[in-house]
T-cell receptor, first 114, second 114 residues
Framework: DAGVTQSPTHLIKTRGQHVTLRCSPI?????VSWYQQVLGQGPQFIFQ???????GRGNFPDRFSARQFPNYSSELNVNALLLGDSALYLC?????????????FGPGTRLTVL | AQSVTQLGSHVSVSEGALVLLRCNYS??????LFWYVQYPNQGLQLLLK??????LVKGINGFEAEFKKSETSFHLTKPSAHMSDAAEYFC????????????FGKGTMLLVSP
């Protein structure tokens, strides 16, 4: 079975631009979470979606937004990019939203903002 | 709120030596605890998890961890290091009931020398 897939693998943008990152969860998984991992740090929670509804949001500005589609895939959008948005963006899927459920991580999208 | 402290950003061991990676957590409610491993340019892979069953948890690749409530610790160990264990290791905590997201530590890079 395919794991969590993310696209693109790498992305280079300039300050002020907009970016869209995509995630396809494991088949049957209904929950998708997004994390930002800055170099040298642990991942930080951005959003969780379950059954196409936002169920949680981390401490990120409104420039960050996301959505989940009927097929449970998800997009993360970041507007007005800043240099500090350069990071590895990880998507994780799980069958349900509850905390006991293991989250499976994708390989990530490496975003570089110049 | 939950938090995780990983002592030591880098740990160096020789091949065949004991691996000990330290994790202390803070949680106002009973936690679930996880150890993830990240190889270069890859996403996170779950090594093991504690979800209030046995306090000694065995994971993949010969790793295990012991939950000690009195010490608020969840240290990761492996009796004999292998070169392939070289990677970054993250401890994470979540609330042990209902909906909750993962809070990660800053990570510990394990270096294995021949």
């Amino acid at each position: 079975d395919a794991g969590v897939t993310q696209s693109p693998t790498h992305l280079i943008k300039t300050r002020g631009q907009h970016v869209t990152l995509r995630c396809s969860p494991i088949s049957g998984h209904k929950s998708v979470s997004w994390y930002q991992q800055v170099l040298g740090q642990g991942p930080q929670f951005i959003f969780q979606y379950y059954e196409k509804e936002e169920r949680g949001r981390g401490n990120f500005p409104d420039r960050f937004s996301a959505r989940q589609f009927p097929n449970y895939s998800s997009e993360l959008n970041v507007n007005a990019l800043l240099l500090g948005d350069s990071a590895l963006y990880l998507c994780a899927s799980s069958f349900v939203q509850e905390s006991y459920n293991e989250q499976f991580f994708g390989p990530g999208t490496r975003l570089t903002v110049l | 709120a939950q938090s995780v402290t990983q002592l030591g950003s880098h740990v160096s061991v020789s091949e065949g030596a004991l691996v000990l990676l330290r994790c202390n957590y803070s949680s106002s409610v009973p936690p679930y605890l996880f150890w993830y491993v990240q190889y270069p340019n890859q996403g996170l892979q779950l090594l093991l998890k504690y979800t209030s069953a046995a306090t000694l948890v065995k994971g993949i690749n010969g790793f295990e961890a012991e939950f000690k409530k009195s010490e608020t610790s969840f240290h990761l160990t492996k009796p004999s290091a292998h070169m392939s264990d070289a990677a970054e290791y993250f401890c994470a905590v979540t609330r042990g009931s209902g909906y909750s997201t993962l809070t990660f530590g800053k990570g510990t890079m394990l270096l294995v020398s021949p």
